[in-house]
T-cell receptor, first 117, second 107 residues
Framework: DSGVTQTPKHLITATGQRVTLRCSPR?????VYWYQQSLDQGLQFLIQ???????AKGNILERFSAQQFPDLHSELNLSSLELGDSALYFC????????????????FGEGSRLTVL | AQRVTQPEKLLSVFKGAPVELKCNYS??????LFWYVQYSRQRLQLLLR??SRESIKGFTADLNKGETSFHLKKPFAQEEDSAMYYC?????????FGKGTRLHILP
């Protein structure tokens, strides 16, 4: 399957802990986006990377960080976890043409469901 | 700041009736707008984009810059249209989504 893959699918952890969520984009896509979906909050944009570099930032907490590696996979690190961080975290990828902009379609993974107890 | 508002959390419509899912946006520049859909047990996927001016699965959406709206319409609802619909805006490399509207088609 050459679609966007996210691991783990489910994760349960305790407050104060740190977790890493991983995303592999579609083959050929250089751009990766991270979103958080909490109850009643819809999809909140966190951050975007293009070819290893941070491209745009949303309302990402300082306790959260991300990076995109040379092989284009991305990791979202969440630290000092709080109960309110429990959410579904989505990764999406797109074909992004530098200087030409966004092509118009995001391809989403199935999400990683994080539960903080 | 960019903002996308979908005023209805849930919309129930009878099969065969017209559907209109509302979307309003706030953005100072020239926006690119999209509708995404998530069917049960499937991934979120693009339904249509305003620049294409296309009709997908009978759905259309027209960008109204005066009213800053991008409402999704379909003349005759079908049961398979039941899903979660999200309006999205691309501006300044940030793709912002509304909170979504759940469309429930009644038999």
């Amino acid at each position: 399957d050459s679609g966007v893959t996210q691991t783990p699918k489910h994760l349960i952890t305790a407050t104060g802990q740190r977790v890493t969520l991983r995303c592999s984009p579609r083959s050929g896509d250089l751009s990766v986006y991270w979103y958080q979906q909490s109850l009643d909050q819809g999809l909140q944009f966190l951050i975007q990377y293009y070819n290893g570099e941070e491209r745009a930032k949303g309302n990402i907490l300082e306790r959260f960080s991300a990076q995109q590696f040379p092989d284009l996979h991305s990791e979202l690190n969440l630290s000092s976890l709080e109960l309110g961080d429990s959410a579904l975290y989505f990764c999406a990828s797109s074909v992004y043409i530098s200087g030409g902009g966004f092509t118009g379609e995001l391809f989403f993974g199935e999400g990683s469901r994080l539960t903080v107890l | 700041a960019q903002r996308v508002t979908q005023p209805e959390k849930l919309l129930s419509v009878f099969k065969g009736a017209p559907v209109e899912l509302k979307c309003n946006y706030s953005y100072s520049g020239s926006p690119e707008l999209f509708w995404y859909v998530q069917y049960s047990r499937q991934r979120l996927q693009l339904l249509l984009r305003h620049i294409s001016r296309e009709s997908i699965k009978g759905f259309t959406a027209d960008l109204n810059k005066g009213e800053t709206s991008f409402h999704l319409k379909k003349p005759f609802a079908q049961e398979e249209d039941s899903a979660m619909y999200y309006c999205a805006l691309n501006g300044d490399d940030k793709i912002i989504f509304g909170k979504g509207t759940r469309l429930h088609i009644l038999p």
